[in-house]
C-alpha cells in the first residue's frame, strides 16, 4: 500500500504538488510514496466526482487528498470550508473514512504564488529588473499597498508574464514549489495541507 493518492483539476496543480513533495524536511514530514491523477473534468469533475474517482484506490493507499480551485468549481456562491466538509463526508462513504482532504484554492491556484520571496520574481522573468515586480504591480493597481497576495491572483500571473514576454508554463508552479521557503506561508489552503501532511506522515524519529 501507497502512502497517498491526489486526485488535482489540472497540470500546474499536478506540478505543484510534485515540488512540495520533493521537500519533505521542509514540510515536517517523512519521505511519502504518492502517485497524482488529473480529474478529464478539472475544477468541477472534483468537486462533482472525486468520491467516484478515488473509490476503486481505496486499498492501494492509505490516504487521499483531493485539490481544485474554487473559481471553476460551479460552487463559487458556497463557502469553501462548506464545500470542503461536504466532499469529505462523500469520500468517507465511498472508502476513506477518517483518510482523506479537501483542499480548495481560494479563489485558485495561483495565490500560492505570490509570496514576498524573491524567488517569484526568478522564476517569473523579474529578476534584476526596475521596477521590480511588486513595486510594478502596485503602479498597475495590481495590488493594493496593503495587500501581500493580489485579488485576482491567476490574471495578475498572466499579465507579470506578458510584461517580461514569457509564456504561461506549468514548469514555473514546479520551479516555485520547489524553492519557494514555506514557513512565511500563511495562505489557509497551504496550511491545511501541510498540516495534514504532518499529521499523516509525521518525521521519521
Known amino acids: 500500500m501507497r502512502d497517498i493518492v491526489f486526485l ?3 497540470n500546474d496543480m499536478e506540478q505543484t504538488i510534485k515540488g512540495l513533495m520533493s521537500r519533505p524536511d521542509d514540510l515536517g514530514i517523512r519521505p511519502v510514496t ?4 488529473r480529474h478529464p473534468q478539472r475544477d468541477a469533475g472534483c468537486w462533482n ?7 476503486p ?23 469553501v470550508e462548506k464545500l470542503q466538509d461536504k466532499l ?7 472508502g476513506w473514512p477518517d483518510r482523506s482532504r479537501v ?4 479563489p485558485e491556484l495561483e495565490i500560492w504564488v505570490w509570496s514576498v520571496s524573491p524567488i517569484v520574481d526568478r522564476v517569473l522573468g523579474w529578476a534584476a529588473r526596475t521596477p521590480d515586480l511588486r513595486s510594478w504591480l502596485r503602479r498597475k493597481k495590481l495590488l493594493r499597498s496593503n495587500q501581500v497576495k493580489p485579488d485576482d491572483p491567476k490574471e495578475v500571473m498572466l499579465q ?31 496550511l491545511r ?7 499523516w506522515f509525521p518525521p521519521s524519529t
Open 8 to 10: 488535482v483539476a489540472d
Open 34 to 37: 504518492y502517485d497524482i491523477y
Open 49 to 55: 466526482v472525486a468520491h467516484d474517482f478515488l473509490r
Open 57 to 79: 484506490f481505496h486499498r492501494q493507499y492509505q490516504y487521499a487528498m483531493v485539490l481544485f480551485d474554487h473559481h471553476g468549481s460551479g460552487q463559487e456562491k458556497k463557502s
Open 88 to 94: 469529505e463526508e462523500r469520500l468517507s462513504k465511498n
Open 103 to 106: 483542499i480548495i484554492f481560494q
Open 160 to 190: 507579470a508574464l506578458r510584461e517580461v514576454q514569457k509564456h504561461p508554463s506549468s514548469a514555473y508552479f514546479k520551479q516555485l514549489a520547489e524553492q519557494v521557503p514555506v514557513d512565511g506561508c500563511e495562505d489557509a489552503g497551504f
Open 193 to 199: 495541507f501541510r498540516e495534514t501532511l504532518q499529521r
